[in-house]
């Protein structure tokens, strides 16, 4: 089973930094099933705090750095197979052709992707979400998912359908693939314990600004870095 996916929410301090409090209006919009999120955020955050994150400490103290880079390597890799295929969904061809050509090289010549070869090209983000998104679909309600952390109604379909395109999804040998969910976890949290501070010094409300800046993150991939400005009330009835 796959572990918490704090990803998305610390990597969009990178993008946004501490400016998604300015559109709590717009995106408090966006979370009609709040009192139900909360709930699933207090479990999820009560998994991480014991048993996830300790684990990840773990590893992070325990793994050599040449050793976590081949790790972060490997799984990149796989990524972007799911990246290459969400590529062509949205006719993103000169991008499909780039992502692709990390994948075969990095399999091969980088065996199985432990080795970036292709650090010349740069690496996307794309998923089945932003697909949906890309030909018009809305985000829908956001929704806390159990365990896999901060998603929305159209995010969560997404996830879904990506798990088509999934190599640990689609490995047969159930012990092999849960080994696999688990590792990708622990390697991805593990990446976050240093940027995690940021949360913890500066934000009162943990759960609004993990739904703002997910919400503001997934908005400008789908757009690829210039979405357009939320309307709020007041303009709309203008």
């Known amino acids: 089973m796959p572990l918490m996916r704090i990803t998305l929410l610390l990597a969009s301090l990178l993008l946004t930094g501490c400016s998604s409090i300015n559109l709590s209006r717009y995106t408090q919009q966006k979370d009609p099933l709040e009192s139900f999120n909360r709930k699933v955020y207090t479990f999820n955050d009560a998994v991480d ?28 890799n796989l990524d972007d197979v799911v990246v290459t295929a969400n590529d062509l969904l949205q006719f993103k061809f000169k991008q499909a ?14 065996i199985f992707g432990l080795i970036n070869i292709t650090d010349r090209l740069e690496k996307h983000n794309e998923d089945f979400g932003q697909t949906l998104g890309y030909w018009g679909v809305p985000s829908g309600p ?29 490995t047969r040998h159930m012990p092999t693939r849960n080994e696999a969910w688990a590792a990708q976890g622990i390697n991805t949290r593990a990446n976050l314990l240093d940027q995690e501070q940021v949360l913890e010094e500066a934000v009162i409300d943990r759960y609004s600004f993990i739904r703002d800046a997910y ?24």
């Open 49 to 76: 705090r014991t048993v996830v994150k300790p684990v990840a400490k773990g590893y992070s103290a325990v793994m050599p750095d040449a050793a976590k880079t081949m790790v972060n390597n490997f799984f990149s």
């Open 142 to 170: 956001y929704l806390m998912l159990p365990i896999l952390g901060p998603s929305s109604f159209r995010d969560g379909t997404g996830r879904y359908v990506d798990g088509y395109f999934s190599v640990i999804n689609n």
């Open 215 to 238: 919400l503001m993150r997934r908005q400008s991939l789908v757009y690829d870095g210039n979405p357009p400005r939320p309307k709020y009330e007041e303009e709309e009835e203008e």
């Open 97 to 110: 052709a780039s992502d692709g050509s990390r994948v075969i090289f990095n399999t091969t010549f980088g």
